[in-house]
C-alpha cells in the first residue's frame, strides 16, 4: 500500500496528534444517518496518546447518554513510517518515548514510553488495518480489540505492529485469528484507504477529531482531547431531548460494564478524585476483589 509519509506531533495544550495540513482538505461530505438520533464519527489511531487521554470521557458519555449516539470508529493514519519523517518537537522514536511520558501525566493515563526506546513501531499503519479487519467480525469485537491493543502498547510496552500481538489480542478478544489475517491481508486494506479518504474529504488534520451529527447531517467538531463537558454539550446540542441517564457507581456495577479500567477511567465515572480512586481501588485489590496489571505509571485494575 502506498503512502505518504507524516509528522506525528501530539500537543498536550491543544490535546490533538496532527497530521501535516497538506495532507488534509475541506471538501464536505454527507454521512449516512446512524439508527440512534446521533452518532459519534470518531476519528483516531492505535498509537495515539490524545486519543488514549478521552477514554475516561467517551465511557462516562455512553454511561450518560448511551441510548442517544453511537460511535463510529474511523482509523486516521497517524504514523505511516519514520521515512523522510518531519516532525516538530516529535522527530523520531526516542522523542516519541518522552512525549509518551509526558503525555501519561498530563492525562493521569497510564502511559510507557519506553517502548520507543526497546521496540518502536515502523507504523501504526498494521494495527489500524488489523482494526478494520475486526469490524468485519462485529463491532462489539472490534472495539474491544481495539481497547486490548491500546492497553498492549501504552502500559505493555509490547509493539502493536508486529502480527503475533495483534493476533494475540485477537484471540483475547474473541475474533477468529485465521479470518483476522485473511482480512488484515485482503479487504482491511481498502477499508482503511476508504477511512483515510474520507478524513481528507472531512478536512481531518489530527486525532482525536470527533464529528457529533444528527439524522439531518448536521455537525458539531470537538477537536482533540477536551474534558467531558464539551462532548455532552455537543451531543445536546443536536438532540436536546437527551436525558442524562443514572447510572450506579458501585464498583461491581461499574466492573461489569467495563472489564478493564484505568484509575482515572473509574475516577471519572465514579465521580472520584483520581488520588481518592486509586486508594480505593487498591483497598478492592488488597481484598481480593478485582485485580491489577502495574504498569511503570500507573495500573489496569481488572475484573476478577
Not at 446540542?237 to 437527551?242: D, K, N, R, T
Amino acid at each position: 500500500m502506498e503512502t505518504k509519509p507524516t509528522m506525528m506531533h501530539c500537543d498536550m495544550e491543544t490535546g490533538v496528534c496532527e497530521i501535516p495540513v497538506g495532507q488534509a482538505t475541506t471538501e464536505e461530505t454527507n454521512i449516512a444517518a446512524a439508527q440512534k438520533p446521533i452518532k459519534l464519527l470518531y476519528f483516531t489511531d492505535p498509537i495515539c496518546s490524545s486519543c488514549w487521554g478521552i477514554d475516561p470521557q467517551l465511557k462516562k458519555l455512553a454511561l450518560e447518554y448511551g441510548p442517544y449516539f453511537e460511535v463510529e470508529y474511523r482509523m486516521g493514519g497517524l504514523l505511516p513510517s519514520w521515512e523522510a519523517y518531519g516532525g516538530r518537537d516529535v522527530n523520531g522514536p526516542a522523542s516519541v518515548a518522552q512525549h509518551w511520558e509526558e503525555a501519561g501525566a498530563y492525562y493521569e493515563m497510564p502511559i510507557d514510553g519506553d517502548l520507543w526506546l526497546e521496540d518502536p513501531l515502523p507504523s501504526s499503519y498494521p494495527p489500524s488495518i488489523a482494526f478494520k479487519a475486526a469490524q468485519l467480525q462485529g463491532e462489539d469485537k472490534a472495539v474491544k480489540f481495539l481497547r486490548r491493543i491500546k492497553e498492549m502498547i501504552f502500559l505493555e510496552k509490547k509493539n502493536i505492529a508486529r502480527w503475533e500481538n495483534l493476533a494475540l489480542a485477537a484471540e483475547q478478544t474473541g475474533l477468529d485469528v485465521a479470518q483476522l489475517k485473511s482480512d488484515f491481508e485482503g479487504k482491511a486494506v481498502t477499508l482503511f484507504q476508504e477511512d483515510l479518504a474520507l478524513a481528507r474529504q472531512l478536512g481531518v488534520r489530527g486525532f482525536p477529531t470527533i464529528f457529533v451529527l444528527d439524522q439531518n447531517d448536521n455537525r458539531v467538531l470537538v477537536y482533540g482531547s477536551r474534558p467531558y463537558e464539551q462532548y455532552e454539550q455537543a451531543l445536546l446540542q443536536l438532540h436536546p431531548e437527551a436525558k442524562k441517564q443514572a447510572h450506579d457507581t458501585a464498583y461491581t456495577s461499574i466492573f461489569a460494564k467495563y472489564s478493564t479500567l484505568t484509575t482515572k477511567e473509574f475516577a471519572v465515572i465514579a465521580g472520584m478524585r483520581t488520588i481518592e480512586a486509586e486508594v480505593y481501588l487498591q483497598e478492592l485489590h488488597t481484598q481480593g476483589k478485582i485485580g491489577k496489571y502495574a504498569s511503570k505509571n500507573g495500573a489496569l485494575w481488572l475484573k476478577q
